[in-house]
């Protein structure tokens, strides 16, 4: 029992240990909004030209898969512009093979000057940024430094063209305390070991 005692401790001061990782932007896709209520779509493979088609209107569709030959016309977009709306944000990254059920999205309003944004500090989740009539799905992970922001720079649209930036929104990703998890773990462990011990007295 002491033996595994001491290899959970060993195993969760370790884990405290590791450095903190670099913080990373990945460009999921890019995407043809639902402007004027016409046909959205996607540039899944980059190549500027749209890949997948999406209806104007679907109230009750939530889409639950990642593969485009399960996704069709008529099964996406719900509600207009998918940068402002969970459910449209939750059927995109279904579309990238990540399933949330609950999203909470912050819009920032305010207009840019160029290509570039900054994130709130300390931010982890999705960010959806719309600039001219594209928008832009990013995935987001904190950098571990207290009170950072990273910066996101947005590419060439669909058009082939640079747009600068009209507004964003920030989809957190509600994270799960495992570390304090984790040490109650262990006094729970170091609790039954005193039990053992009791009982052998």
Not at 42 to 53: F, K, L, R, T, Y
Not at 140 to 155: A, C, S, T, Y
Request: glycine letters at 10%; charged letters at 15%; proline letters at 3%.
């Amino acid at each position: 029992m002491k033996k595994v005692i001491l290899i959970t401790i060993f195993a969760l001061c370790s884990f405290a240990l590791v450095p903190a990782q670099a913080g990373t932007v990945d460009l999921l896709s890019i995407w043809a909004i639902d402007k004027n209520k016409s046909p959205g779509g996607v540039d899944e493979d980059g190549d500027g030209g749209i890949d997948q088609n999406f209806a104007n209107s679907c109230v009750t569709c939530v889409v639950t898969t990642g593969s485009i030959a399960d996704i069709t016309s008529d099964d996406f977009w719900s509600t207009g512009s998918a940068q402002d709306h969970p459910a449209d944000m939750v059927n995109m990254l279904a579309f990238e093979g990540v399933v949330i059920p609950g999203l909470a999205g912050i819009k920032d309003p305010g207009s840019f000057s160029g290509q570039s944004l900054m994130t709130t500090a300390d931010f982890t989740g999705y960010l959806t940024v719309k600039a001219s009539s594209f928008v832009w799905l990013f995935q987001i992970n904190d950098d571990g430094v207290l009170g950072n922001q990273l910066e996101v720079e947005i590419g060439t649209a669909l058009d082939g063209k640079e747009h600068d930036v009209s507004h964003f929104t920030q989809w957190a990703v509600t994270e799960v305390p495992i570390p304090a998890a984790a040490w109650l773990f262990v006094t729970g462990l170091l609790g039954l070991a005193g039990l053992r011990k009791s009982a052998k007295k």
